[in-house]
């Protein structure tokens, strides 16, 4: 058996165990990998904003028209540490909310981290060719993974009844609307650069997301109408049980006056 084999054959193995066994992790090991992995990210994104060079070292316009010269190299950066700021912190509010990592969440976390390490070379494309029409559909699109990749993840959670049982169902139907309008509002705002492609591409786009922006709103009145008749059934409850409380309490004295 050649090498390659035998170490296919070891990793068919133990991926055939972790999917026979029921595979658990805590959580605080993810969450100490996707902060270590947002750190470098973060770190990383400053590297392609360069210092300038100027032929005269005194000369302070010139400094700052060399500096002027990167701004959008320096725009792109805030606005992409920005993006990846904003990641790590919902990505951390999704996952307070569950119990456990087993595996199907652990590979989403994993592709999740892995669209994030490519983020840096998506984000310095972004800045130097930012009217180049690869350059958005490298950039753009990673950010809509990204936004998917975490829909998915707390999707996956609810749907494996992973939530801790201290989260009110509230509360997850809030975080789950909130995903599904993010991932609607992106698609709406990638449309027109979908458009330069072909018009058919920004039309499902713009479809898409109108339909998760519609869905987003269905599953809040639907969440408001089971509410409401939950808060209703409580308060009748005790009203129902009254007459019959009444009832007894009179046949007791009756028979302790017989």
């Not at 959580?27 to 360069?50: C, M, N, P, Q, W």
């Not at 650069?193 to 922006?213: D, E, K, S």
């Not at 009145?221 to 008749?229: A, E």
């Not at 009832?247 to 302790?256: F, K, R, S, V």
Request: with cysteine; glycine share 4%.
């Amino acid at each position: 058996m050649s090498c390659a084999n035998l170490v296919r054959l070891v990793n068919f193995t133990i991926l055939g165990k972790l999917m026979s066994q029921q595979f658990h992790m805590h959580k605080s090991r993810l969450d100490a990998l996707v902060d270590g992995v947002f750190a470098v990210a973060l770190t990383i994104l400053v590297l392609e904003v360069k210092v300038p060079s100027i032929d005269d070292k005194q000369s302070a316009s010139a400094l700052w028209h060399a500096i002027a010269h990167d701004g959008i190299v320096i725009g792109a950066y805030f606005f992409s540490f920005a993006m990846l700021g904003q990641f790590w912190v919902w990505h951390h509010r999704l996952t307070e909310k569950i119990k456990m990592i087993d595996l199907p969440l652990l590979i989403c976390s994993l592709s999740f981290l892995s669209l994030v390490c490519f983020f840096p070379f998506a984000a310095a494309l972004f800045g130097r060719y930012i009217t180049n029409l690869t350059a958005h559909l490298i950039y753009l699109p990673l950010l809509g993974l990204i936004l998917a990749s975490q829909a998915l993840f707390f999707w996956l959670a609810i749907r494996r009844d992973l939530i801790l049982e201290s989260v009110s169902q509230e509360q997850v139907n809030a975080a789950h609307r909130n995903n599904l309008l993010g991932c609607g509002a992106f698609l709406l705002a990638f449309s027109p650069t979908a458009y330069r492609l072909t018009i058919w591409l920004a039309v499902t786009c713009g479809i898409l997301g109108l339909y998760l922006l519609w869905h987003v709103i269905r599953l809040k009145r639907l969440q408001k109408t089971q509410t409401d008749i939950q808060t209703q059934e409580q308060i009748q409850a005790p009203i129902q049980a009254q007459p019959t409380a009444t009832a007894e309490a009179i046949a007791l004295t009756e028979d302790a006056a017989k």
